[in-house]
């Protein structure tokens, strides 16, 4: 049994500042009450809320925590009031063990309303102070570490409840370690047989994998230090079997197919460039694999974590992963929201706490307008799994999408024309379903093809109100121009039948039977024919009343033995051409023109550009400078003027340059001091020594215009050891 002077000691090296003397007090007082009772286990039941304490003061967190950890059960389980808890140990920790008691009440209700009672209380006092929702998940590990005690029956329904609500709070709050373990533990109770076996299979591999994990990270140390970039420590480590196991039962896969389940993290000191000088040294050292390389430093998830991830193959051919973050990003990895509440005391205002929680408080509102305490728990589990995934193009844009968004989903976030013309999708370059859901981390490539086009079939599996919109519209569209079509030429058809000239009719559209239109309610003559179409109005009632009822009369005397006149509508297709993507372009004069930059000169913001219209692909947007305008000048009535748009949003465009250097070590960490700097973003580096033994170092950059590209230019040109810096043709 782990002893109070333990915990003390703990608590007192982190916070030197705190009342040790209340967890002594606390501790006396928990052992009293809790005296003669015992745990299914046997043992005294104070073992319980000293692990709890003891899980608390390892997370770092303050003396109050700790203290209510050890008296959390005192007024569920004895007869004490919390009168006499505010008395004893203040304010403070009487509004925790009292929050975390109305979490635990029981009344007289089913499980499940029990249950989403429960968490709706538990999220509100969340909102209130999280150290009560942190005690919780304490209070839930140490029950989870003792599972083993209760019956099967109740160890099922415990662990299931750990995997629905307590880990993916854990999750949410950024508590990695805690989550892992909770998430660990619930699967070896759920499911016991393979868990088993999973777990026999990493250990008969494990000296191997330690092996190869000692390779690695003496191989990264060195590299690291040959290249002058600073790293704290290189750690490895193996993939946790819960999720291993999710992987393998999601992408019906071989354990030997589970790409990361081996990964280094190298620890930086706490400044950014660091982070992607490493990234650097580590694309030197391996192969990348392309499309997985993930910022989330400079795109923090929403719950805080921000690290580099990035797969290599390694020299046998194996894939690995390799995560790169600050000691700082590190801690905020394992320990979330604890790590920030420490700071909260001091040095660190409450913005990034504010942050931390905004998702909790619209959850929070959310959770009480929904009454129904079943339609509660099942959005609650959608709502605590991370709402949103990230997925790559191929060209490493990343998209945020909804979970269980489809590559349809992912089509028409690209845009509406990408969406309405897709036939496929490879996902991670596998040919796929257009209905299967995207995972974190996968790059989706669309296929599309210009006469094809959406299905109504989509509508089943879409969940993006955009997608979904997108394609209910181009279903009505197009029932309304069947119905056009068909209207024009049963309308025609009656007018033969008549011996009149439908073309006629119809070319009168601005006059008679524009009125006729009107007539019946409409604002036009494709209305008209529309509802002629749908079998609303009979073609011949239109022409009666277009012809006055005497004249139509004496027509339809004569309407046998007539010719059909054989009439061809002819529509003419009308062509448009539709924007895409490229926003900030615009083509002088002309609105909706398709327009994308040109990947032979990638054009930046501010560059002096000109248009070139090509077949069936719309306007091609070359920089001035680019050597293929040349080329194009030759057809001169095919040029049009295009200028950036005066739009104000901040796109990054990537640019690729190459450095020539001196061959001497500490080039990379130069070169990404310069950078980064400007606070412009790396977005790949690789360094290569030539045959002359100059060093050529490829970068891509991440600038907002020209200007911002010149200026890191030429402060590339300044780091001692660059001999020349050009800008490559061509997209990154
Ligand atoms: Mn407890």
């Known amino acids: 049994m782990i002893r109070i002077e333990e915990i003390v000691e703990k608590v007192g090296r982190n916070h030197p500042q705190a009342d040790l003397d209340i967890l002594r007090r606390a501790y006396f007082f928990s052992a009293r009450e809790h005296k003669g009772q015992t745990r299914a286990s046997g043992e005294p039941y104070l073992v319980h809320p000293l692990e709890v304490a003891n899980i608390l003061a390892e997370m770092r967190l303050d003396e109050v925590s700790v203290a209510t950890g050890l008296l959390h059960d005192v007024v569920e389980d004895t007869l004490v009031a919390p009168e006499v808890i505010r008395e004893l140990f203040g304010e403070e920790i009487a509004h925790l063990v009292d929050g975390l008691t109305k979490i635990a009440q029981i009344s007289n209700q089913s499980r499940e309303e029990q249950q989403a009672e429960n968490v709706r209380k538990m999220l509100l006092a969340m909102v209130d102070d999280v150290r009560v929702v942190l005690v919780k998940l304490a209070d839930r590990l140490h029950n989870m570490r003792t599972l083993q005690f209760l019956k099967p029956e109740k160890r099922r329904r415990i662990a299931q409840e750990t995997l629905d609500i307590f880990a993916p709070i854990a999750h949410r709050l950024g508590i990695g370690r805690m989550r892992s373990e909770l998430e660990d533990l619930a699967f070896q109770h759920l499911h016991p047989e393979e868990y088993r076996e999973l777990a026999e299979q990493l250990e008969k591999r494990r000296p191997e994998h330690e092996a190869f994990l000692g390779d690695i990270t003496t191989h990264i140390q060195e590299k690291m230090l040959e290249a002058e970039v600073p790293i704290i420590r290189v750690e490895g480590r193996v993939k946790r079997l819960y999720s291993i196991w ?388 030759v057809n001169p009535e095919r040029i049009v003027e295009v200028e950036w748009a005066g739009s104000s949003d901040q796109a990054a465009y990537a640019v690729k340059l190459l450095a020539i250097t001196e061959n001497r070590t500490g080039m990379i960490a130069g070169l990404t001091d310069a950078i980064s700097d400007m606070k412009t973003g790396i977005r790949d580096m690789r360094a290569t020594v030539a045959p002359d033994n100059r060093g050529r170092i490829e970068v891509t950059v991440e600038v907002f215009d020209v200007k911002h590209l010149d200026k890191v230019m030429s402060n590339i040109r300044k780091v001692p050891g660059v001999l020349d810096v050009e800008r490559l043709q061509g997209a990154a």
């Open 246 to 633: 999710k992987k393998l039962k999601r992408q019906k896969i071989g354990l030997d197919q589970v790409y990361d389940m081996i990964a280094a993290r190298v620890i930086t000191p706490n400044e950014v460039r660091h982070c992607y000088a490493a990234l650097g040294v580590v694309h030197n050292m391996w192969q990348p694999v392309p499309g997985r390389f993930k910022d989330w430093v400079a795109m923090p998830r929403d719950n805080l974590y921000q690290s580099l991830h990035t797969s290599v193959i390694g020299t046998k051919g194996q894939p690995f992963e390799v995560q790169i973050r600050t000691e700082e990003m590190h801690r905020i990895a394992e320990e979330g929201v604890a790590a920030h509440w420490k700071y909260k005391e001091g040095k660190r205002g409450a913005r990034d706490d504010d942050q931390a929680f905004q998702w909790l408080r619209s959850l929070v509102e959310w959770s009480q307008e929904v009454k129904d305490s079943r339609d509660f728990l099942e959005s609650l589990k959608l709502d605590l799994y991370p709402k949103d995934v990230y997925a790559f193009t191929p060209m490493g844009k990343v998209m945020q999408l909804p979970r269980g968004a489809t590559p349809v989903d992912f089509a028409y976030l690209i845009h509406t024309e990408v969406g309405n013309k897709c036939t496929g999708a490879r996902v991670n370059n596998r040919i796929v379903p257009l209905r299967t859901a995207i995972q974190n981390g996968d790059v989706v490539e669309i296929m599309t093809s210009p006469n094809s086009h959406p299905s109504r079939d989509w509508l089943n599996f879409v969940v993006t109100s955009r997608a979904r919109n997108r394609v209910r519209h181009w279903v009505a569209e197009q029932q309304r121009a069947e119905s056009i079509e068909i209207g024009r030429k049963l309308f025609e058809k009656e007018a033969g039948r008549l011996q009149l000239s439908a073309k006629k009719l119809l070319g009168d559209s601005d006059g008679e039977l524009k009125r006729i239109a009107n007539d019946y309610g409409y604002g036009r003559v494709d209305d008209l024919l529309a509802a002629i179409g749908y079998g609303k109005i009979v073609p011949r009632n239109a022409i009666a009343k277009f012809l006055g009822p005497d004249k139509f009369a004496e027509l339809d005397q004569k309407k046998e033995s007539r010719l059909r006149s054989s009439v061809n509508a002819g529509v003419q297709a009308v062509r448009k051409f539709i924007r895409l993507g490229d926003d900030s372009i615009v083509v002088r004069g002309v609105d909706d023109l398709l327009v994308a930059r040109a990947r032979c000169c990638n054009p930046v913001r501010g560059e002096e550009i000109i248009g070139y219209v090509t077949l069936g692909k719309g306007v091609a947007v070359h920089a001035r400078r680019c050597k293929n305008v040349q080329q194009l000048m």
